[in-house]
């Protein structure tokens, strides 16, 4: 079965620290990859995204992530959080930009 | 471009009545996507249309719910009769086919079913 695994339900980490969000995923192919972020009563905003090429994606807000195949995971990276990064984190597949499967979701809390 | 619209952004309806939710997509997308987001379950795709003709519609939980495409500019998902259990948070999709493409996504509209 199709699946996405975000093991982390919610995360802590101190303003300036690092952060990385873990995912894992089930799929009969390589699929296309995403990380979504969604503030408190917003709708989702694409942080990046894979598709083929260089397996190190650079997204919007400083994030990068990493697709590992043979872990058949996609890790979301930021080098030195910041407060205004405090929001859940979707990481989704599927074969195409819309029909996705999405993770249950990691928030992210940030300490000042 | 203002992006993907969604009305109303909150409903509140009495189970059993009937309750439509609208989604106006990205001008230009060929894809829409309707998805729904509740705590136990997550983020669901219920449905995509691809010009304007819905190409699978197996998330769609139950026949209360249906949805229609009728131009590529407006796309509705209706329930009726709405119970308790269809409160949820209801995002509209859009996403234009072919290459590296993303989808947007509205705001949502956040339905609740008393």
């Known amino acids: 079965a199709q699946s996405v695994t975000q093991p982390d339900i919610h995360i802590t980490v101190s303003e300036g620290a690092s952060l990385e969000l873990r995912c894992n995923y089930s799929?009969?192919?390589?699929?296309?990859l995403f990380w979504y972020v969604q503030s408190p009563g917003q709708g989702l905003q694409l942080l990046l995204k894979?598709?083929?090429?260089?397996?190190l994606v650079q997204g919007i807000k400083g994030f990068e992530a990493e697709f590992k195949r043979s872990q058949s995971s996609f890790n979301l990276r930021k080098p030195s959080v910041h407060w205004s990064d405090a929001a859940e984190y979707f990481c989704?597949?599927?074969?195409?930009?819309?029909?996705?499967?999405f993770g249950q979701g990691t928030t992210l809390q940030v300490k000042p | 471009d203002a992006g993907v619209i969604q009305s109303p952004r909150h409903e509140v309806t009495e189970m059993g009545q009937e309750v439509t939710l609208r989604c106006k997509p990205i001008?230009?997308?060929?894809?829409l996507f309707w998805y729904r987001q509740t705590m136990m379950r997550g983020l669901e795709l219920l449905i995509y249309?691809?010009?304007?003709?819905?190409?699978?519609d197996s998330g769609m939980p139950e026949d209360r719910f249906s949805a229609k495409m009728p131009n590529a500019s407006f796309s509705t998902l209706k329930i009726q009769p709405s119970e308790p259990r269809d409160s949820a948070v209801y995002f509209c999709?859009?996403?234009?086919?072919?290459?590296?493409?993303?989808?947007?996504f509205g705001q949502g509209t956040r339905l609740t079913v008393v």
């Open positions: 249309f691809n010009n304007n003709v819905p190409i699978d």
């Open positions: 799929y009969g192919a390589t699929p296309y």
């Open positions: 894979y598709f083929s090429g260089d397996t």
């Open positions: 001008s230009g997308h060929n894809s």
């Open positions: 989704a597949v599927g074969p195409s930009a819309g029909k996705l499967i």
């Open positions: 999709a859009s996403s234009s086919t072919g290459g590296a493409t993303e989808a947007f």
